[in-house]
């Protein structure tokens, strides 16, 4: 088993640093890495192409033109399309979706048809068809999953019997990993008479994908999921039914002939590219798809396996490791949980030595629902990642769970009535690892909120994780506020807050800036945006609380 991946050094960012360590970057299925091929195609296409396209007169312009036709046909040729004027240039997987829900959804569903989706959709791949089925009146119905992971193919084959106008399938699950088997979901979807939409945002990163072979009608994709850049993607679409369709937006590019009476529009696959396209982009992504084209797909893919299962195994001696089920087949990411860990605390953990994951819903909020989940971590990988960054993942979260163990056995338990020791030790710390220990002692020292307050009424909406807050003067008119969280991390910070405020009356905490009042403990720069605006949601709470305490 060798511990190094032959892909890396194509990869210049995999070199950086992050907080003092060497990256691990296993978020791939939010974005993946750029090959030196990509950067360089976007370098030389601004240094030497740069015009617009279709409509110059000139030189530059006709090489620029060339060059974005030609990006369309090496996708094309990748993908397996005969026809290249079938694959419509889309800002990613989210509008192309959103471009057929609006043209063919809009056309072709009326009242009372039924749309299938799947449990485990992305929600770019539920919320288009949610609008479309409220602008039309159509219904929707679920295809579940099993408790193993797999999707129920019982109850799907039962949906179809009630006739699907559309069936919106994802290829692999980006939350879970699972490979669905597309092939024989659309043969039984066009057989019911259904039209399919197939979501292959997380298949093209992993597997190459023969779209002559899948048997759907329509098939979304992004670049930047598959080492290209961000902004660009594509939708391919059976030609009769991108004939068929009208345009979606209106402008340049898209039409043939303009006169305010009438205007007449442009053929394929012009007619739903309007306006000025990501022409750097294309090129970016024809540039990772050349590069993924001179590489054998089946080595790298066999290597993420490996890493996967690498990965799995040390993890599994965990102590409180648990996978999320994902069925029988998957590409190479895992969600999971860590028990009596809240998964952001579980990530910020892990983000500072140097290993980047996902945690939270994923944009599966009905899949997290389904499992009855707030949320997951998850790991994803790539080729270029290595059998040593698996390894750091087990190790590092067996150092948290045994650094908790040791802090729970050693350190004088403050209790409700005497947490300033813990207050402290927050301030007193010397650097953020110290701070981040004492933070989770404080954390664990609070008192918490009863269950009665841990209700909708309190939530603050604005994080990832759930946080509440009472708001309350005491019998002085002096604050007496009350606040907890799901993440430890969040519930640390409120008690560091509401230390500062509480005992005031509300016109000294009016005139404090919260804000700075944290600054010298450097929690910003080592928060996640999601948790650190989690924060300032509750300071705006607490401020705007202060303003008219008696509203
Ligand atoms: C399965 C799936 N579908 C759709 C999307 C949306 O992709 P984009 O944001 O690039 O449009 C994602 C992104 O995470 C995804 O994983």
Redesign the pocket.
Known sequence: MTHSSPWRRDFPLLSVRSHGQPLAYLDN??TTQKPRQVIDALGRYYKTTNANVHRGSHDLSNQATQAFEQARQTLAGWLGVADPSTLIWTR????AINLVAQTWGIQNLTRGDLILLMQSA?H??IVPWQMLAERVGARIAVIPLQEDGDLDMATYRQLLEQAPKLVAL?QVS?ALGTVYPIAQMCQQARAAGATVLV?G??GLPHFDTHLSELGCDFYAF?G??LFGPTGI?ALWGRRELLESMPPWQGGGEMIAHVSFDHTTYAGLPFKFEAGTPNISGTLGLAAAVGYLQQHDRLTQEAHELTLQTHALECCATVPGFARIPAGERTVSLFSFVLASHHQQDVAHWLDSRGIAVRAGHH?AMPLMDALGLPGTLRASFAFYNTLGEAERLALALDELVQSERSQISTSVPATASQPQPALDAVYQARDWNQRYQALMALAQSAPGLPAEFKQEHYLVPGCETRAWLVTALDDQGRLACRADADARILRALLVVLLSKINGLTPHEVSTMNLVASLEQLDIRRHLSPSRGNGLLAIIRHIEAFAETPNR
């Open positions: 299925a939010a990613g997987t989210t509008e992305h770019a791949n994802t980006n979501d945002a997380q992004s930047h999921k993607g944009c």
